[in-house]
């Protein structure tokens, strides 16, 4: 397992972006990002393979979540444009064997950042 923490997180404008961060104190292989509002189950985001070549998007940010990495950096980043009041949640990334859109594939967790568009 790999300690992971993100950033990036914030207040934002409906139709605003922010980009969140996850530095990971180790080597990591398939990442995730999942977020999880009040009252709401953890769903999945988006989630990247070991070398970037694979992506996968929950309907509801395709199109306007970018998920990407940088090895060399041990960071995991998602870049997310025209925000949407549904989008405010906590954000937590992810690390597991292999990139999935389930959260019982992933073994390390971050402790989350906060996401709240504002109408």
């Known amino acids: 397992q790999v300690h992971l923490v993100e950033s990036g997180g914030g207040l934002v404008q409906a139709g605003g972006s922010l980009r969140l961060s996850c530095l990971a104190s180790?080597?990591?292989?398939?990442m995730g990002w999942f977020r999880q509002a009040p009252g709401k189950e953890r769903e999945f985001v988006a989630a990247i393979s070991w070398v970037g070549t694979n992506t996968l998007y929950a309907d509801s940010v395709k199109g306007r979540f970018t998920i990407s990495r940088d090895n060399a950096k041990n960071t995991l980043y998602l870049q997310m444009n025209s925000l949407k009041p549904e989008d405010t949640a906590v954000y937590f990334c992810?690390?597991?064997?292999?990139?999935?859109?389930?959260?019982?594939?992933?073994?390390?967790w971050g402790q989350g950042t906060q996401v709240t568009v504002t109408s």
């Open positions: 180790g080597r990591t292989k398939g």
């Open positions: 992810s690390s597991g064997d292999y990139e999935s859109t389930r959260s019982d594939d992933y073994n390390s």
